[in-house]
């Protein structure tokens, strides 16, 4: 039975890179053929990688950016998609820049899948309930919406789950200083990632080799910028990049946000949100500081779902980390699968959020976040040293 189940969950994983393949070979340009568009968010970092290459000076440049876009949009279409991560960001994508847009898409959806499937087998392995189902829960991690759409939609959310996973792995085994590493690359999504190294510090007896670990990849990221825009390129992205893109993204993307602060903000209310986050973050804290036999992928899994809810800056895509925690509640908790799988449903809802007071992916955070915190003691299975973080 257990076989057969690993073989009906493979059909998602290999349909997927499938689907795309034939999706690009059937369209027509950068439209495939129902009229939909293909690419999603990658024009931004693919026109991006291409900017830096040519004149870096120019990347928070709205119409520079919409000059490196303009083969990579169907050309109906007179916008472009803004750019506003760190410059070195645009490093990673440069390799993307020597394929034909359409292969790199290809290659970056793959890429992304891998990461995904990496991650999940890493947290599975951390999880001995979850041991054996691996395929299954890889599967499901594809299927859940905002990691399905962010896997499609040239977004990076499977390099999030990866550097979390791979950084509860280093701390199950005892290095620290690995831990930081996988969070300090983190760092490329700072809104998510410091959050999450502070509630993970908070847990760990050796926090000093761990936020070691997180200022040597820091170093070499602002190595990075330094060589594309100078010394001081953290105030120019902040000023140019961060800030600009925050403003106009509130309206662009006022139905795809989902964390309380910018949530509490389309409200008209910024400091109900900005409340909410910190009680947030205090009875996470509090959980986490004060709750026995809590293995690092809980602790992990909990501080990335708190911090979808109170970054800053969280799209749809974003919450695709909480199912992290979802996987850990199925562990911790298995009488709650039938709630897990409501929260797992909820998630395809996100849609339809045009038509709804609220956005379903936060409702879906709050609830990962509250079963992975939850649950019914420890995870069986696990030895004594690896359930100290």
Same mark, same amino acid.
């Given at each position: 039975m257990r076989r057969r189940l690993d073989l009906y969950a493979l059909v998602l994983p290999i349909g997927l890179v499938v689907g795309v393949v034939a999706l690009l070979a059937t369209s027509h340009g950068l439209r495939t053929v129902r009229g939909g568009r293909i690419g999603g968010d990658l024009p931004a970092f693919y026109g991006a990688a291409r900017m830096v290459r040519a004149d870096p000076s120019r990347l928070y440049d709205w119409d520079a950016q919409r +000059? $490196?876009?303009?083969? =990579? =949009? @169907? @050309?109906?279409?007179?916008?472009?998609? $803004? &750019? +506003? &991560? @760190?410059p070195f960001v645009a490093i990673a994508y440069l390799p993307l820049t020597l394929l034909p847009f359409k292969a790199a898409y290809a290659v970056h959806t793959i890429v992304m899948t891998a990461l995904c499937a990496a991650a999940m087998m890493l947290a599975c392995r951390l999880l001995p309930p979850l041991a054996g189902r691996r395929i299954l829960v890889t599967a499901a991690a594809l299927g859940f919406y905002p990691i399905f759409r962010a896997v499609l939609g040239g977004q990076n959310t499977a390099v999030s789950l990866t550097c979390a996973a791979a950084a509860a792995a280093a701390l199950t085994t005892g290095s620290p200083f690995t831990a930081g590493l996988w969070l300090g690359a983190w760092l490329f999504k700072p809104q998510l990632a410091l959050p999450v190294a502070a509630i993970v510090a908070l847990r760990t007896p050796a926090r000093g080799r761990l936020l070691a670990g997180v200022a040597v990849v820091a170093a070499i990221y602002y190595a990075i910028g330094v060589a594309i825009a100078g010394p001081a390129w953290p105030a120019w992205w902040w000023r140019a990049g961060a800030v600009p893109f925050s403003a106009a993204d509130q309206i662009v993307d006022r139905n795809n946000a989902i964390s309380f602060p910018e949530l509490a903000s389309s409200f008209g209310m910024p400091a109900v949100g900005w409340i909410a986050a910190i009680v947030v973050a205090a009875i996470v804290a509090w959980r986490v500081w004060g709750t026995k036999d809590l293995p690092p992928i809980a602790v992990m899994a909990s501080a990335a779902a708190a911090a979808i809810l109170i970054a800053p800056h969280a799209l749809y895509y974003d919450a695709g980390l909480a199912f992290l925690a979802l996987t850990v509640a199925a562990a911790r908790a298995p009488k709650r699968l039938p709630v897990i799988a409501v929260v797992y449903l909820l998630a395809w809802t996100q849609p339809f959020r045009a038509a709804l007071p609220l956005p379903p992916l936060t409702a879906v955070a709050v609830a990962a976040l509250w079963l992975s915190l939850s649950g019914d003691g420890m995870i069986r299975g696990m030895s004594a040293p690896e359930r100290r973080v």
């Open positions: +000059a $490196a876009q303009r083969d =990579l =949009l @169907p @050309p109906e279409e007179q916008g472009w998609i $803004a &750019y +506003a &991560y @760190p």
